[in-house]
């Protein structure tokens, strides 16, 4: 395995802990995360990491087919818990891009199929707009602003 390998199974057995340090831990400090709902760059990932650590109570996280090549990598992941708005169960199911920088993660690209997410994790209004551009953005901004406040909180 190289060092890029590890870093990234570093980092979901990390997540597989709940370690949200220890996961933040393998991010450089003006690393750029993405993905349907978040858009978070330096510290900010982190801080997104250690809330859905704590807030993911039923958490589970696995991941496979973890590959790096010099200064790009990549790893499929699936996640199931309850989403913390609803409740409602949720499989989601995950491909991340890497991109290294002296031996940390300076970019990180999460995509996965929001409208399946949506329908999961929303129920009848994610099954009808799940697709829209209008519930993307309204649940984006929904994550910043649950974020913001955890970070508020401490």
Avoid at 51 to 61: F, I, N, S, T, Y
Wanted: aromatic share 14%; hydrophobic share 45%.
């Amino acid at each position: 395995m190289s060092r890029e390998t590890d870093l990234i199974d570093t980092f979901y057995r990390a997540f597989q802990r709940r370690d949200a340090a220890a996961m933040a831990a393998c991010y450089a400090g003006d690393a750029h995360f993405h993905d349907p709902a978040f858009d978070l760059y330096g510290a900010d990932i982190g801080a997104m990491w250690r809330m859905l650590c704590e807030r993911g109570k039923d958490l589970r996280v696995e991941f496979a087919n973890v590959r790096a090549d010099g200064d790009k990598g990549s790893a499929d992941w699936q996640a199931w818990y309850s989403f913390s708005a609803s409740g409602r169960p949720v499989h989601n199911i995950i491909h991340a891009e890497f991109r290294f920088r002296d031996g940390l993660i300076s970019e990180h690209l999460d995509n996965f199929d929001f409208w399946r997410w949506s329908r999961q994790a929303l129920g009848a209004p994610g099954m009808l707009l799940g697709w829209s551009p209008f519930l993307q953005k309204k649940v984006r901004a929904q994550a910043a602003a649950g974020l913001a406040a955890f970070k508020q909180r401490g």
